[in-house]
T-cell receptor, first 114, second 112 residues
Framework: AQSVTQLGSHVSVSEGALVLLRCNYS??????LFWYVQYPNQGLQLLLK??????LVKGINGFEAEFKKSETSFHLTKPSAHMSDAAEYFC????????????FGPGTSLSVIP | ETGVTQSPTHLIKTRGQQVTLRCSSQ?????VSWYQQALGQGPQFIFQ???????GRGNFPPRFSGLQFPNYSSELNVNALELDDSALYLC???????????FGPGTRLTVL
């Protein structure tokens, strides 16, 4: 069965610094991979998704992620953190090729320090 | 805005009671999935409905059940509530042939 691990339950960065949130997955078939963001008391918003096209995926709000099959990783990055990026971030992997039955990781809480 | 709404926003029940949570999707979204998100954890897939039929289920007992209606609304029913059922319940819908699902804001259920 697929699973997702996110290294670091909490990450703090200074405003303007690089954001790096780590995600590793286990999947027996080429997966779909997703990053979602959740602001306090809100639902999930899709940041970006990998669906077997380009390995470097660009998303909303300046985020991007690179699919590395050899490392089974899909880390999320943003060159310069903004205060509004403070939120909970979830990496997710699809059940097979079903993009809408996904397994979520435990999440990483991002804090941005002024 | 995703166009997906959920009601109620918050709900408090006692152990052993039954609860119904509702989700309203965008017109044309014929797939709806429900997730349970316990505090401090990622969402867990409960089940999915496609054209009013269950189309996959996660590791949840039968007391979790659902319905999907022709008007693109759906329900999640939980019987015999347990304390561990306290969580944020999210629904997500998707249109045909899309590769994205759209989440609602969730219903916060507290079981006392």
């Amino acid at each position: 069965a697929q699973s997702v691990t996110q290294l670091g339950s909490h990450v703090s960065v200074s405003e303007g610094a690089l954001v790096l949130l780590r995600c590793n997955y286990s999947s027996s078939v080429p997966p779909y991979l997703f990053w979602y963001v959740q602001y306090p008391n809100q639902g999930l918003q899709l940041l970006l998704k990998y669906t077997s096209a380009a390995t470097l995926v660009k998303g909303i709000n300046g985020f991007e992620a690179e699919f590395k099959k050899s490392e089974t990783s899909f880390h999320l990055t943003k060159p310069s953190a903004h205060m509004s990026d403070a939120a909970e971030y979830f990496c997710a992997v699809s059940e097979g090729t079903s993009y809408d039955k996904v397994i979520f990781g435990p999440g990483t809480s991002l804090s941005v320090i002024p | 805005e995703t166009g997906v709404t959920q009601s109620p926003t918050h709900l408090i029940k006692t152990r052993g009671q039954q609860v119904t949570l509702r989700c309203s999707s965008q017109s044309g979204h014929n797939t709806v999935s429900w997730y349970q998100q316990a505090l401090g954890q990622g969402p867990q897939f409960i089940f999915q409905y496609y054209r009013e039929e269950e189309n996959g289920r996660g590791n949840f007992p039968p007391r979790f059940s659902g319905l999907q209606f022709p008007n693109y609304s759906s329900e999640l029913n939980v019987n015999a509530l347990e304390l561990d059922d306290s969580a944020l319940y999210l629904c997500a819908s998707s249109p045909p042939l899309a590769d994205t699902q759209y989440f609602g804001p969730g219903t916060r259920l507290t079981v006392l």
